[in-house]
């Protein structure tokens, strides 16, 4: 629990979650630049709000990786051993993992998600349509080391980690996680990860502010969790949603800019923003295929096979942990 969430934690009846948010979204917004961090995103309305994001025409990316899984789902089965363990992190719809279970052979899925409400409910729906299957969920962060089920343990293992995520950390995170995934799964195993591409800067954009606004309501939303969780008192009317892509760093970036001076009061802090000022919400980093392949082999992984589709949109690879 960091320093801000400690003391929250004595001050306010929050349970850790919530102490752990307040926490955070203190000191990030303490910060020059101001931030927010984009996991805390996935409330039931955020997560909703992703949801219309992935079948919006702009938005290419689920479709696209999609696509891949299903017309390259015999090469993907073809690598991996029967019987093995199919581990998840952060488990979110059941699109895309409901087609790696229809082509391989699994004798076990793993979904690990920071909500244990949510992962029951997915875990139950899974479990009509798959019932040979051993479904182990475990609900802990999955950027941070866990512990796989001892059902698991004697299987192979294979990771995956789909939705182009690994863009929405700083390289050094991805490095981070790809580290700690490898370490979790143990030498030997591997991960089906996707992987979102460089490609023209006006496709990106039209991606990240929709004509119809969803990602914009989807942006916003965190400013109505942090009013609605943490007694905030963010006036919505008053930011605005912009995503920029920033070509030095090969990276979407979300933004909400301040319309005026205000200040916003959150348990009992003060937070003054000037007119045009920035909380900076979330990355989306995009990579060539020679940048992931060097960031996989730094993070203990060798590139077994990599896919895309036809316009080279966006790629799936199946890794193997050194």
Same mark, same amino acid.
């Given at each position: 629990m960091n320093v801000h969430a400690a003391a929250l934690a004595k001050a306010y009846p929050f349970d850790e979650a919530t102490s752990v948010f307040a926490g955070d979204v203190i000191g990030d917004l303490a910060r020059h630049p101001k931030r927010l961090s984009p996991k805390y995103f996935y409330d039931a309305t955020g997560s909703e709000l992703?949801?219309?994001?992935t079948v919006l025409p702009e938005y290419y990316p689920t479709r696209t990786e999609l696509g891949i899984l299903r017309d390259r789902g015999d090469e993907i089965a073809a690598i991996i051993p029967d019987g093995a363990a199919l581990v998840e992190f =952060?488990? =979110?719809?059941t699109t895309k993992v409901r087609l790696l279970l229809e082509h391989c052979e699994f004798a076990a899925y793993v979904p690990v998600d920071i909500s244990g409400d949510f992962l029951k409910a997915q875990a139950d729906g899974l479990r009509k349509d798959f019932p040979g299957l051993g479904i182990y969920p475990v609900a802990a962060d999955f950027t941070t080391p866990f512990t796989l089920p001892e059902a698991v343990a004697a299987m192979?293992?294979?990771g995956f980690f789909p939705g182009s995520t690994l863009g929405n950390f700083e390289p050094s995170e991805a490095l981070a996680f790809l580290r700690s995934a490898r370490n979790i799964l143990g030498h030997g195993a591997q991960?089906?990860?996707g992987v979102d591409l460089e490609k023209d800067e006006r496709v990106l954009y039209d991606a990240y502010n929709d004509a119809a606004g969803v990602t914009a309501r989807?942006?916003?939303?965190v400013l109505v969790r942090i009013n609605r969780e943490l007694g905030g008192n963010f006036d919505l009317s =008053?930011?605005?949603?912009?995503?920029i892509y920033n070509r030095d760093r090969h990276r979407i970036e979300m933004h909400l800019i301040s319309r005026k001076a205000q200040t916003v009061r959150i348990l009992g802090n003060t937070f003054a923003f000037r007119p045009g000022e920035s909380i900076h919400t979330e990355n989306s980093y995009k990579y060539s295929l020679e940048r992931f392949t060097a960031l996989a082999r730094s993070g203990g992984w060798t590139v077994r096979e990599s896919w895309t589709d036809a316009d080279t949109m966006f790629s799936v690879h199946a890794l193997v942990a050194d």
């Open positions: 992703f949801e219309q994001i =952060g488990a =979110g719809a192979p293992k294979v991960m089906i990860i989807f942006n916003l939303n =008053g930011f605005t949603h912009r995503s």
